[in-house]
């Protein structure tokens, strides 16, 4: 069976990238990071591997920190609109989590098998998603956040 390819991009259309395959793990983050990311209640995570996601067209920047377990964390966003499409994180080596708002129509064609950092989710928001963690499994701070990241 062939398998299914996804396009999508950032909200200039500059950036164009497509997927092919079924992502790793996808899932929901309420998480600080992922909150003033995007200005809005959550993140939407889809996983896959390097091979994958390519990038079609258009230019990313790359935005590189240390989360508060001191893993590296690097967003890339197009360099004319601002759009995060894509972020890697050392915890997940080898694959590249794509934003889950950036895919075209039918943009939630992946299932959301996860959620996670509920304890800085925002009252109004709730989802059929079964697995809930306040936190994550290997979430271990050891560098304080600022004020503005911490919950
Ligand atoms: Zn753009
Ligand atoms: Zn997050």
């Not at 992502?23 to 896959?48: E, K, L, N």
């Not at 067209?57 to 377990?69: A, R, W």
């Not at 759009?83 to 080596?93: A, G, H, L, N, Y």
């Not at 059929?128 to 963690?133: G, M, Q, S």
Request: aromatic residues 14%; charged residues 25%; contains cysteine.
């Amino acid at each position: 069976m062939e398998k299914e390819r996804h396009s999508g991009g950032c909200g200039c259309g500059s950036v164009r990238y497509e997927t092919i395959g079924n992502p790793t793990r996808a899932g929901v983050c309420h998480c600080r990071y992922c909150q003033t990311r995007t200005g809005s209640a959550f993140g939407i995570s889809v996983y896959f591997e390097e091979n994958q996601v390519s990038v079609l067209n258009g230019e990313l920047t790359e935005y590189e920190f240390k989360n508060s377990s001191g893993r590296k964390f690097k967003n890339r966003f197009c360099r004319k609109c601002g759009t995060t499409v894509f972020w890697e994180v050392e915890i997940r080596k080898g694959l590249i989590g794509v934003a889950g708002g950036t895919f075209d129509p039918p943009t939630f064609w992946f299932e959301a098998g996860f959620e996670v950092f509920c304890r800085s989710k925002a009252p109004f928001i709730e989802t059929t998603i079964a697995d809930k963690k306040e936190t994550t499994d290997y979430y271990e701070p050891i560098i304080p956040d600022n004020e503005a990241l911490t919950g």
